[in-house]
């Protein structure tokens, strides 16, 4: 809107200045005065006119006065002889003639000017370039230069399989006698397929910075307009383009805006998306031959995307691109590093074991958050403390120091966690304890925080029932010490129920009902498939399946409330050690567990200023879903039997009152 608000002031002077030329040109010169016809004869009565210039039908001349007129004469027989009456001094030339071009000119001349701001505008409004109004069916395509890709693979770590796939294309770009010689064919197509934030865009920068190639970049939003047939139209430009510039590589990120199923839904098949769609289908893998253009896409998605998008001939290739394992996120905490100055006793390999489950953005993040912390501080060098702080930060969440917190709302929240840890530490095969606080993070009053020793992608039903033993030491602490049940129990109940529901209907781990899955599928709508895809259970088995999972949680209850029970007195220890230090770290509770004393020097304690009480109730816990858990989920396509996770490892909030 801009430009076209420039543009329309500038041709608005334009015509302005023309204007005041024409004034100007038409403007009698000097002390010239047009005066009437009848006021001429009478100055002439009166014998006040000394000369005259008879041109044509134009008459004139100058006063006694000195002054100059001109008027206009009509076909007036008795002018001459009343001039020669009063002696006046008679000029005669021949009438002036006009230039033919310039009268044309002058006669056209508005017309002219309104057809040349119309094709002005039409000019601008189809863009020149295809970027205007009216460029509907152009690509949006933005070709990358050299100077613009500035990252290379040298950039890109902790995925490496990804990479090596990769640079075989960029290396076929280069050099494809090398791979034609023996029939091989460049592949039309890769998808890149992850979870959000583990580097698949990063990828792409990195094969525009490595190819020596045109990279022409867009996303599968682009496509798709308000006007009907525009999709299919930019997808046609697009491959002219890459035609014209082969060999080339088009990426387009988030290709699930435009590659979702067909059919999808009550509305039938002719709408915007899925003509944009048959035209890629088309121009991937048509009559017409699309050989040096190779097409790039991403997408956290795949199980959306249509299946002839899918086969071989289109997307020949598709590479996975995980979150990084420990080896991988040390090389990438090794490349955030490099930027930023770094005490000697900061080791990459310690931070990439105590972030289990972390994307390569979440690294990055940290990496981020821990060079901001030591630039609060005012220190020269990041240190190991501030990437711990860092750490505690994006997995717990920043403390909230004003929270304003009772003494009886800490003494419960303070034996809450104390009841998760316990247990967490005395049953054997479950994850560490790596810290232990009844300092309000995020919407938690208190955390109790587990990290893996390694690396899992599976969950047996042994560690799945520890899981779930883990999550009722919180409530059963309360009941046994404080006699009291809290709502500060409610996400570890809700948690642990989905544990025993996925074990049963999901993952078949119930002798009674046997290896089978029980449930209607859910599938998104709007997929094709919510219709028809139902399955249903009968009432006998949902029967089963109500007292199997409550069996379930009943027996991981009462193995918790054996082992608090036999260690009540460390319930009491480290529930006082909670209200005095109020963060306990790992060895710290090992100590406590195995009746060891702490150590006399205490920490400086954080007090919690008073504010006034949030009406929204802040104080409450992580709803379902939004507890730190294990990013690497039991194997299940869709779900993890804890909901929606973050990374890091898992994680018991208490103490807190939830609504709902």
């Known amino acids: 809107m801009n430009g076209f608000y420039k543009n329309l002031s500038m041709w608005m002077v334009i015509g302005l200045l023309l204007v005041m030329l024409f004034n100007l040109f038409n403007q009698p010169s000097g002390r010239d005065r047009h005066i009437p016809f009848s006021d001429f004869l009478h100055q002439l009565e009166l014998g006040r006119v000394t000369d005259v210039t008879v041109q044509g039908r134009t008459l004139s001349g100058m006063f006694s006065d000195g002054n100059l007129f001109s008027t206009y004469t009509p076909d007036d027989p008795d002018l001459m002889r009343m001039l020669r009456e009063k002696k006046v001094n008679i000029t005669a030339r021949p009438p002036e003639e006009t230039p033919l071009l310039l009268t044309v000119l002058i006669s056209w001349f508005p017309m002219l000017l309104l057809i040349g701001v119309w094709i002005f505008f039409m000019r601008q409004m189809q863009g020149g370039g295809g970027r205007g109004a009216m460029s509907f069916g152009k690509s949006k395509a933005r070709v990358l230069s050299e100077q613009q890709c500035k990252v290379t693979f040298a950039d890109v770590a902790g995925i490496d399989e990804a990479k090596e796939e990769l640079q075989e294309i960029i290396e076929f770009l280069r050099s494809p006698q090398k791979f034609q010689r023996l029939g091989g064919k460049i592949p039309k197509g890769v998808l890149l397929i992850g979870p959000p934030g583990t580097g698949k865009t990063l990828l792409a920068r990195a094969i525009a910075g490595e190819a020596n190639v045109p990279f022409f970049n867009l996303s599968g939003s682009d496509f798709v307009e308000m006007f009907v047939g525009v999709g299919a139209a930019r997808v046609r430009d697009m491959f002219e383009q890459g035609k014209k510039n082969a060999p080339c590589i088009i990426f387009i990120d988030e290709i699930d805006a435009v590659g979702r199923h067909r059919g999808a839904g009550l509305g039938g098949g002719h709408d915007e998306r899925e003509q944009t769609l048959n035209q890629l289908l088309v121009e991937m893998d048509g009559f017409e031959s699309n050989e040096g253009v190779i097409l790039v896409a991403a997408t956290n998605r795949p199980d959306v995307l249509d299946p002839a998008l899918l086969r071989p001939g289109r997307f020949d290739r598709q590479v996975a691109v995980p979150n990084p394992d420990i080896r991988g996120r040390t090389q990438i905490l090794t490349v955030h590093m490099a930027k930023l100055p770094l005490a000697e006793a900061v080791d990459a390999e310690v931070i990439a074991r105590g972030t289990p489950g972390f994307s390569g953005a979440d690294l990055a993040n940290l990496v981020n958050e821990a060079a901001l912390g030591a630039a609060r501080s005012d220190k020269q060098f990041v240190d190991m403390e501030d990437f711990e702080t860092a750490k ?44 232990v ?81 029980y449930g209607s599928k859910e599938e998104e709508i709007f997929l094709g498939r919510e219709i028809t895809q139902h399955k249903t259970v009968s009432e006998e088995t949902t029967r089963s399946i109500d007292q199997e999972v409550r069996e379930i949680i009943e027996s991981n ?52 200023a008073p504010v006034p009480p949030s009406e929204n109730n802040d104080n409450q816990k992580s709803p379902p879903g939004e507890g730190f858990t294990p990013r690497a989920a039991p194997p299940h396509p869709s779900q993890s039997p804890y909901g929606p996770q973050k990374p890091g490892g898992s994680s018991s909030s208490g103490g807190g009152s939830e609504n709902g």
């Open 392 to 435: 505690d930060k994006v997995m717990m969440g920043k403390p909230r120091k004003s929270a304003v917190i009772s003494e009886q709302e800490r003494r419960t929240t303070a034996y809450h966690e104390a009841g998760h840890a316990i247990v967490a530490s005395v049953i054997p095969g479950t994850d560490p304890v790596h810290k």
């Open 557 to 608: 209850h009462g193995r918790a409330r054996q082992i608090l029970m036999d260690k009540m007195d460390v319930l009491h220890r480290m529930a006082e050690a909670l209200l005095d230090r109020e963060t306990l770290e790992a060895d710290e509770v090992l100590r406590l567990v195995e009746g060891l004393p702490l150590e006399e020097a205490l920490r400086p304690r954080v007090t919690a």
């Open 437 to 517: 606080t009844i300092i309000p993070r995020g919407r938690a009053l208190g955390l109790t925080m587990q990290l893996p020793m390694e690396d899992r992608h599976t969950y047996s039903k042994q560690q799945l029932d520890d899981n779930i033993a883990i999550l009722m030491g919180g409530r059963l602490a309360e009941e046994l010490v404080l006699g009291q049940m809290t709502t500060g129990a409610g996400n570890d109940i809700k948690r642990a129920t989905d544990i025993a529901f996925s074990m049963v209907c999901q993952y078949g781990m119930s002798k009674r009902l046997g290896p089978l899955t």
